[in-house]
């Protein structure tokens, strides 16, 4: 018997306009999936295809949802935690690119730039880091993909940090930069809660490269696309820094 014929796969190549339409659909596409009866009720008299017109109100309702969730959320209200036993192992890797493209950082030469609306805007490096005061929690990541797993994250917790270089707590954003061309931001309530980390290690060990070494963010009061991984720069604003995923439609606050 003969073998089945093998389908040639073929990449389609979009041109820019091409590919700036598709993203646009994309995006709608997401935001639309969280309207409520009530919310889509507000698009009175326009259609589902009324392009820029149907985009606004998603996104005024986006904003609106920011808000409430921004509300709703207690700078005190722990996270659930969990014991070593139910960690979930192995821990999934998860990015915008596969396992071959995570980048590499040269760690002898690393260090966390600071800026924006802090008093010292020094380098840290990661023994630096590893010298302040330090905080363990075995808590879940929850994914937008619809995956949750828990895992034990150690670190120096984000208060703590901006307290030492001078940040201005009353600026409403802290914002990250990442060497794999990712960047989040969190306001500042969230920033300042006691279980957010500069992430350092995973497991009782220095974070490995599928993890986000050599510093990630930790916050598991918020999904996990607000967990910023290859953290290389921390900045304080006042000016809404967006995020990669964000700025594709995601929801802003995100918290859980």
């Known amino acids: 018997m003969n073998e089945p014929k093998k389908r040639a796969v073929q990449r389609i190549r979009l041109e820019p306009a091409q590919q700036l339409q598709l993203e646009s659909i994309q995006r709608r596409h997401f935001l639309r999936g969280g309207l409520t009866v009530g919310a889509m009720a507000m698009l009175s008299g326009c259609n589902l295809q009324d392009g820029d017109q149907v985009d606004k109100v998603l996104w005024a309702m986006s904003r609106w949802n920011d808000r409430v969730q921004a509300w709703l959320f ?22 915008f ?5 995570i980048p590499e950082v040269d760690l002898s030469s690393y260090s966390l730039a600071v800026s924006g ?8 490096t990661l ?15 929850i994914c937008v993909e619809g995956w949750s797993a828990i895992g034990q994250w150690g670190g120096v917790p984000l208060k703590t940090f901006l307290e030492h270089v001078g940040a201005d707590i009353t600026a409403k954003y802290v914002g990250f930069k ?19 980390l500069l992430a350092l290690d995973y497991g009782e060990v220095a974070l490995p490269p599928e993890y986000g070494y050599p510093l990630r963010i930790r916050v598991p009061t918020k999904l996990g696309f607000k967990n910023p991984k290859h953290v290389v720069e921390v ?5 809404n820094p967006g995020g990669y995923w964000e700025d594709q439609g995601y929801n802003w606050f995100s918290g859980i």
């Open 97 to 101: 690119y596969g396992e071959d493209d």
């Open 127 to 141: 023994e630096g880091l590893r010298k302040l005061p330090q905080r363990t929690d075995i808590t879940r990541l």
């Open 117 to 124: 609306l802090v008093r010292d805007k020094a380098p840290w």
């Open 74 to 95: 207690s700078g005190q209200k722990l996270a659930p935690t969990f014991s070593k036993a139910q960690m979930t192992t192995p821990f999934p890797f998860n990015a």
């Open 178 to 196: 990442c060497a794999d061309r990712y960047y989040s931001s969190l306001d500042m309530p969230t920033a300042l809660h006691p279980q957010t």
């Open 235 to 239: 900045f304080v604003g006042n000016n």
